[in-house]
């Protein structure tokens, strides 16, 4: 099986439209993960149902035991997160606040501060015509991690059986999560757009990609609103070696497409044809037909 992952180094390059397309292009034979947990929008675009939703817990948080509890104070003074506060002559722990750090634990002179494992958000898994998507809701408030990424990437690894391919969209940037995306996949896909940051963070993608010694593919999305940059976009990945798959132009069908929560390639659009054969491309980069 292939492990396939569609990253990017920004937020806005078109990261989802782009692997929305492909999973709809390969259409069988393949498994889907939305590791971008924080904006889990894949399976909007793929019409997904459902089918089962197991929590995750993350890092613990405090609670405070009343019936043990002094009313001392010494809880509120060592917080530095201002996450204990009085209510109704009651110490209680705020958990959007709580960093879990439990500093209040070893304060408390009673033992009525405790840690506690909470949940932060639900691993689901869905049915989409695409095929099965392993994806996530992040509780807001929670912070996110790598860990969660990892259950999405687990689940998907379960789900795949036979698959010929793992195809995953990633989250933006070149975090802890973004590691636990690209962690064991054979190739990624980074999507760029034709300006300066994203040039800038399309470097730093790529050096971050290269630790796990994957192929690295590179789209660029919107390229003629910017020929200049996209200039310097290609020429960089020719002095890199980096492959260029293909761009993608500027097009109103795929706000269009999205606002329907379709992927751009349900139309026979300028994106559509240009997602098309950078998909064919792909095909062949990475041997999918045999």
């Known amino acids: 099986m292939i492990r396939l992952a569609v990253i990017s180094g920004k937020g806005g390059t078109g990261k989802t439209m782009v692997a929305a397309a492909l999973a709809d292009l390969f259409a069988t034979g393949q498994v889907l993960a939305d590791c971008d947990v924080e904006a889990a929008n894949l399976g909007l675009l793929l019409d997904g149902e459902v089918t089962s939703s197991e ?14 509890c002094l009313f001392c104070g010494r809880c509120v003074d060592a917080c530095r997160f201002d996450a204990i506060h009085e209510e109704e002559k009651e110490y209680v722990v705020d958990p959007l606040k709580c960093e879990g ?27 989409t015509d695409q095929g099965h998507l392993s994806h996530a809701k992040l509780y807001p408030g929670s912070g996110n991690s790598g860990l969660l990424v990892h259950e999405v990437r687990k689940q998907a690894e379960k789900m795949a059986g036979e698959s ?32 300066l940051s994203a040039l800038h963070d399309l470097k730093r993608v790529v050096n971050v990609s290269r630790r796990f010694g994957v192929e690295i593919f590179v789209v660029i999305n919107r390229f003629d609103l910017e020929p200049g940059v996209c200039q310097e976009i290609e020429r960089f990945c020719e002095d890199e070696g980096l492959r260029l798959l293909g761009k993608v132009p500027f097009d109103s069908a795929v706000v269009a497409t999205v606002r329907r929560g379709v992927p751009i390639t349900s139309t026979d659009s ?16 990475l041997d999918l037909n045999g």
């Open 270 to 285: 300028p994106a559509s044809k240009a997602l098309r054969q950078i998909k064919e491309r792909l095909t062949a980069e």
């Open 164 to 195: 010929r391919l793992l195809l995953a969209d990633g989250p933006p940037g070149i975090g802890c999560p973004l590691i636990s995306t690209v962690s064991g996949m054979d190739a990624v896909v980074v999507v760029t757009e034709p300006g």
């Open 55 to 68: 929590p995750f817990m993350g890092l613990e948080k405090a609670e405070i035991d009343q019936d043990v």
């Open 101 to 127: 750090c439990g500093v209040c634990v070893w304060v408390c002179p009673s033992g009525a501060a405790t840690m506690h494992p909470y949940q932060a958000g639900d691993v689901l898994a869905s049915r």
